[in-house]
T-cell receptor, first 110, second 113 residues
Framework: SQQGEEDPQALSIQEGENATMNCSYK?????LQWYRQNSGRGLVHLILIRSNEREKHSGRLRVTLDTSKKSSSLLITASRAADTASYFCATDLTGNQFYFGTGTSLTVIP | EPEVTQTPSHQVTQMGQEVILRCVPI?????FYWYRQILGQKVEFLVSFYNNEISEKSEIFDDQFSVERPDGSNFTLKIRSTKLEDSAMYFCASSTFSGNTIYFGEGSWLTVV
């Protein structure tokens, strides 16, 4: 299966702390995307990282990609209560079909 | 900021009934997608659509499902005869090109009773 798998499944931290979530996948990819989902809501795109990139930043978000280990990490720095959500990685094989993992449920305690 | 819009936000239907879920992708996007998420489970790919035809589909997208772009702005998913297990959140998405960022709508909750 191509599916990305995130770990941990659940993460609870204090506001202001950093949160790190990991994603592992099984086969070669063209790119990997991270999404956030608040309960019962749509998927909000965070960052796309291509297979020839190793690191990308967007505001408080930092994503790394290690294609040799078939893994990616999402770091949220200085977390806020509003960051509470589920975070998913999505990997593609063909560019049209993305596979989502089961997600990491992040709780940021004020 | 442009966004993908979906209607209805929630629909309850009886088993065996036909359902059409509607989506308006972002206007300059060329690729359109449907994904679904059964409650508590992962987001699953259903189908991708480009140049007025299906480009890829998953095993979930069987003969009960069909997609259509009836005009220049709408993109629809039809479920011909709904089953209980079709109950899920259905997400429409679009992207400019294959392999680019995919933008999702807020989803349509479908409850089959």
């Amino acid at each position: 299966s191509q599916q990305g798998e995130e770990d941990p499944q659940a993460l609870s931290i204090q506001e202001g702390e950093n949160a790190t979530m990991n994603c592992s996948y099984k086969t070669s990819i063209n790119n990997l995307q991270w999404y956030r989902q608040n309960s019962g809501r749509g998927l909000v795109h965070l960052i796309l990282i291509r297979s020839n990139e190793r690191e990308k930043h967007s505001g408080r978000l930092r994503v790394t990609l290690d294609t040799s280990k078939k893994s990616s990490s999402l770091l949220i720095t200085a977390s806020r209560a509003a960051d509470t959500a589920s975070y998913f990685c999505a990997t593609d094989l063909t560019g049209n079909q993305f596979y989502f993992g089961t997600g990491t449920s992040l709780t940021v305690i004020p | 900021e442009p966004e993908v819009t979906q209607t209805p936000s929630h629909q309850v239907t009886q088993m065996g009934q036909e359902v059409i879920l509607r989506c308006v992708p972002i206007s300059n996007h060329l690729y359109f997608y449907w994904y679904r998420q059964i409650l508590g489970q992962k987001v699953e790919f259903l189908v991708s659509f480009y140049n007025n035809e299906i480009s890829e589909k998953s095993e979930i997208f069987d003969d009960q499902f069909s997609v259509e772009r009836p005009d220049g702005s709408n993109f629809t998913l039809k479920i011909r005869s709904t089953k209980l297990e079709d109950s899920a959140m259905y997400f429409c998405a679009s992207s400019t090109f294959s392999g680019n960022t995919i933008y999702f709508g807020e989803g349509s909750w479908l409850t089959v009773v």
